[in-house]
């Protein structure tokens, strides 16, 4: 399987990642479902190297996770459907293995490449749950 590059704009900086809100977002070859979310440079509009996250679509990985939305937040987004969301989560690794932020989730609308880091309040998500072995 090749790997598929997509651009993302997102509505507000990811955190931490301030400013930059346009990326790109490469598979990983040989890692279904692991993805680079790479920071472009808004000037010369070249990859930065120096803005990288690596984030796992949840649907491959772990697919009892279902944050759910707020109108608001759907809205923002123009998400029509539910398909054409792509729920990904920012993956850490540590010590004992990897861990995953399912407090504050990357949704991206596939038909439009807009995207957001959403914080899910008032829903009991872990912002370091351990990836446990598939």
Known sequence: MSAVTTTV?????????????DFVLDDIDGAVG?????????ATREIDASVRLFVLDAAV????YSPVLTDEQTSALDLRSADEALLLV?????????TVNLLAPVVVNGRTGSGTQLIL???DWPLRAELAAR
């Not at 704009?9 to 809100?21: H, I, K, N, S, Y």
């Not at 692991?34 to 808004?42: E, G, K």
């Not at 990985?61 to 009892?64: A, K, M, S, T």
């Not at 920012?90 to 990897?98: F, I, K, N, R």
């Open 61 to 64: 990985h772990l697919p009892d």
């Open 9 to 21: 704009t997102f509505t507000a900086p990811p955190f931490g990642l301030e400013p930059a809100v």
């Open 90 to 98: 920012v993956a850490t690794p540590a010590e004992t293995g990897m």
């Open 34 to 42: 692991l993805h680079a979310l790479r920071a472009v440079d808004p």
């Open 121 to 123: 309040e008032g829903q």
